[in-house]
């Protein structure tokens, strides 16, 4: 099966602070609230992105530098098969000229003035995800 169905739970809107990395602070309000499946979206501005692209079983990092604003950042929250808390997105910056850059939320984005994240609870979805070799991604086991 490769579908899951969940009812949304809890909402959090929740303001994060200058300097903080995104990705940590992500993670980070998910475990201090017990969120252990759900997703997010958030808008703001960052010092520095550096953002992933997907290619031969690694994500090559895309190093840019700021300010910038979050134009897009979405992902969702599950538990790898060890009880590790995984916070995964994919964000959209722009400079300001409005040229934009894209692709997977790695760690070294910073915040800049503010960031604004809403964290939405999906408390019956129990996701799950384990390694597939064949991608080296960690990928949902929905329904298993």
Same mark, same amino acid.
């Given at each position: 099966?490769? !579908? &899951? /169905?969940?009812?949304?739970? #809890? &909402?959090?809107?929740? #303001?994060?602070?200058?300097?903080?990395?995104?990705?940590?602070?992500?993670?980070?309000?998910?475990? !201090?609230?017990?969120?252990?499946? @759900?997703?997010?979206?958030?808008?703001?501005? =960052?010092?520095?992105?550096?953002? @992933?692209?997907?290619?031969?079983?690694?994500?090559?990092?895309?190093?840019?530098? @700021?300010?910038?604003?979050? =134009?897009? %950042?979405?992902?969702?929250?599950?538990?790898?098969?060890?009880?590790?808390?995984?916070?995964?997105?994919?964000?959209? =910056?722009?400079?300001? !000229?409005?040229?934009?850059?894209?692709?997977?939320?790695?760690?070294? %984005?910073?915040?800049? =003035?503010? @960031? !604004?994240?809403?964290?939405?609870? &999906?408390?019956?979805?129990?996701?799950?995800?384990?390694?597939?070799?064949? #991608?080296?991604?960690?990928?949902?086991?929905?329904? /298993?």
């Amino acid at each position: 099966m490769n !579908q &899951t /169905e969940s009812k949304t739970g #809890r &909402t959090f809107f929740i #303001r994060l602070d200058e300097n903080e990395d995104l990705l940590d602070a992500i993670k980070e309000k998910a475990e !201090q609230n017990k969120v252990e499946a @759900g997703f997010f979206f958030l808008i703001g501005m =960052v010092k520095k992105a550096v953002l @992933g692209f997907y290619k031969e079983g690694k994500h090559k990092p895309i190093h840019i530098a @700021g300010p910038l604003e979050i =134009v897009s %950042c979405t992902g969702n929250i599950s538990k790898k098969e060890n009880g590790e808390l995984v916070a995964h997105g994919h964000i959209a =910056v722009s400079n300001e !000229q409005g040229a934009t850059f894209g692709g997977h939320l790695l760690p070294g %984005c910073i915040i800049d =003035v503010i @960031g !604004q994240l809403v964290l939405v609870e &999906t408390p019956d979805a129990k996701l799950k995800i384990a390694l597939d070799k064949k #991608r080296n991604l960690y990928l949902w086991s929905l329904g /298993e």
